[in-house]
């Protein structure tokens, strides 16, 4: 079975401070994909990143920049110079191929982060 | 935008009633997947349609049931609810063409408040 724990429920920082959020996952397949959510107070989820297994290169999108290594099944997520609009609760998410109904990604959730930037 | 769309945007109905949540898929995605958000269990899958077909079932209760139809949209119907059925459900879709093209993009949500 697979299993997504982010340990962290709450964290709040001052804007302007770095931020990490940690994920770290358990499955036995050697195929699989990770994923970042953001999920504003507003309700939406929003796609953050996708990484499958294979790709272990570091990821830097604008502030965002996330750190997958495969040694410690962790998918760490880094907000730099943090602003208020990224108060939200994140989500990582796994997925693997699930032959029970002929194929199917489903995504398994970790409880999620909630992350409060103070002005 | 993700380009899934849900109605309504929130629900608000009695115990013992039953009610239907529709969802329309981004522009050729052919599979639409169901996700209830509630504060005790977080996000769990429900079920996932694939052209038309039931794909894949998850943490779906008997009472629920969803289908797809031939223009892709998709209706999750919930029956003789109760108050735990209280929650945020979400629909997402993805192309699920081939595996490196599936990403799951997600509706608004449809808030669901039983009384």
């Known amino acids: 079975a697979q299993k997504v724990t982010q340990a962290q429920t709450e964290i709040s920082v001052v804007e302007k401070e770095d931020v990490t959020l940690d994920c770290v996952y358990e499955?036995?397949?050697?195929?699989?994909?990770l994923f970042w959510y953001k999920q504003p107070p507003s309700g939406e989820l929003v796609f953050l990143i996708r990484?499958?297994?294979?790709?272990?290169q570091n990821e830097i999108s604008g502030r965002y920049s996330w750190n997958f290594q495969k040694s410690t099944s962790s998918f760490n997520f880094t907000i730099t110079a943090s602003q208020v609009v990224d108060s939200a609760v994140y989500f990582c998410?796994?997925?693997?191929?699930?032959?029970?109904?002929?194929?199917?990604?489903?995504?398994?959730f970790g409880k999620g982060t909630k992350l409060s930037v103070i002005p | 935008d993700s380009g899934v769309t849900q109605t309504p945007k929130h629900l608000i109905t009695a115990t013992g009633q039953r009610v239907t949540l529709r969802c329309s898929p981004r522009?050729?995605?052919?599979?639409v997947y169901w996700y209830q958000q509630s504060l005790d269990q977080g996000l769990q899958f429900l079920i996932q349609?694939?052209?038309?077909?039931?794909?894949a079932k998850g943490n779906i209760l008997e009472r629920f049931s969803a289908q797809q139809f031939p223009d892709l949209h998709s209706e999750l119907n919930l029956s003789s609810l109760e108050l735990g059925d209280s929650a945020l459900y979400f629909c997402a879709s993805s192309p699920q063409v081939e595996a490196h093209q599936d990403t799951q993009y997600f509706g608004p949500g449809t808030r669901l408040t039983v009384l």
């Open positions: 990484r499958n297994s294979f790709d272990e």
């Open positions: 522009s050729g995605d052919l599979s």
């Open positions: 499955t036995r397949d050697t195929t699989y994909y």
């Open positions: 998410a796994l997925s693997v191929l699930s032959y029970s109904g002929a194929g199917s990604y489903q995504l398994t």
């Open positions: 349609y694939y052209n038309g077909e039931e794909r």
